[in-house]
């Protein structure tokens, strides 16, 4: 595995595999990697013969008094498992690589709709670092398919509407949440989690489950279900910041007569100072997990 930190060394090596015919795959990253990520690596290594991976931890898509100056920064142990699944290229630039100017001077890619619920309400700075940072990076090694984690679900379908709306040739593709045995989705934050707050993080995937059943025995009352869900798992010490049943395609609220509709139940919520996300396809009743 080569890894290269500034754009010029990044594009020689594409430039040399595209003169070769040979097509790349993608995996943006903010490092501190985990099995999930490894996993995307692995799908990126079965769609093309050249497989790259980004670790930029970008400052554009953390609001203030989040956790992007004690984000965790782990580039060796991450190299490691990097070169250990057959990556081909790692790409680490540093801010400056990425944004040559000051932050509020940068040209900004934004998606509307789609970023103004759910997380995008929560965080209403986030999609717009995310949608800018991806843009930048599918033009600096571009790509032919790129992969996302189907755990920020919302993320992937804005990706998609952004990448739809740019005219950019690169191929989205969702891979399954990466979930530990106990049903946690795996995720970068969860290092933030005491013994006793781990031991309780599963209630946030079975509470999804909970729901999911309730839906499925023709419960239709969406805000009684997604209330519910917010008690219960405030009882075990949450913090609830959303629980929404909503259009998977669109995230628009269904109404009572949506009874095949493709829905996706949506959560955030914290857990001592780590936010956790996840999602359930509600209709099948089917997450597809990778255990």
């Not at 250990?84 to 290229?89: F, K, V, Y």
């Not at 739809?164 to 970068?188: F, H």
């Not at 009352?221 to 929404?244: C, I, M, Q, S």
Request: charged fraction near 20%; proline fraction near 6%; include cysteine.
């Amino acid at each position: 595995m080569r890894t290269v930190h500034t754009l010029a060394e990044l594009r020689a090596q594409v430039t040399s595999w595209r003169q070769s015919g040979e097509p790349i795959a993608f995996v943006p990253t903010m490092g501190n990697l985990h099995r999930g990520h490894i996993h995307l690596v692995e799908r990126a290594r079965e769609r093309a013969p050249r497989a790259v991976a980004s670790i930029f931890v970008n400052p554009l898509q953390f609001g203030p008094h989040e956790d992007y100056a004690g984000y965790p920064q782990t580039l060796g142990e991450d190299s490691r498992q990097l070169e250990t699944a057959g990556l081909d290229l790692l790409f680490a630039p540093n801010v400056a690589a990425v944004y040559p100017r000051p932050l509020e001077e940068m040209t900004q890619v934004m998606v509307p709709g789609l970023t103004t619920v759910l997380c995008g309400a929560s965080r209403p700075l986030h999609f717009g670092g995310v949608t800018t940072v991806v843009t930048k990076l599918f033009n600096m090694v571009q790509p032919d398919v790129a992969m996302f984690g189907e755990k920020d679900w919302q993320q992937l379908i804005v990706i998609r509407r952004m990448t739809a709306d740019l005219n950019l040739p690169v191929e989205i593709v969702g891979a399954p949440t990466v979930r530990e045995a106990d049903g946690l989705a795996m995720s970068s934050r969860n290092g933030y989690l005491s013994a006793e707050q781990r031991a309780i993080a599963p209630t946030l995937y079975v509470t999804l489950q909970a729901t999911a059943e309730r839906w499925r025995t023709g419960e239709r009352d969406y805000v009684t279900l997604e209330n519910a869900a917010k008690t219960r798992l405030a009882a075990v010490g949450f913090r609830p910041d959303y629980f929404e049943i909503r259009h998977a395609d669109t995230l628009q609220r269904p109404t009572p007569e949506d009874t095949t509709a493709d829905l996706r139940i949506f959560a955030a919520a914290w857990l001592g100072r780590a936010r956790l996300i996840d999602n359930l396809a509600v209709a099948t009743f089917q997450e597809r997990s990778v255990n």
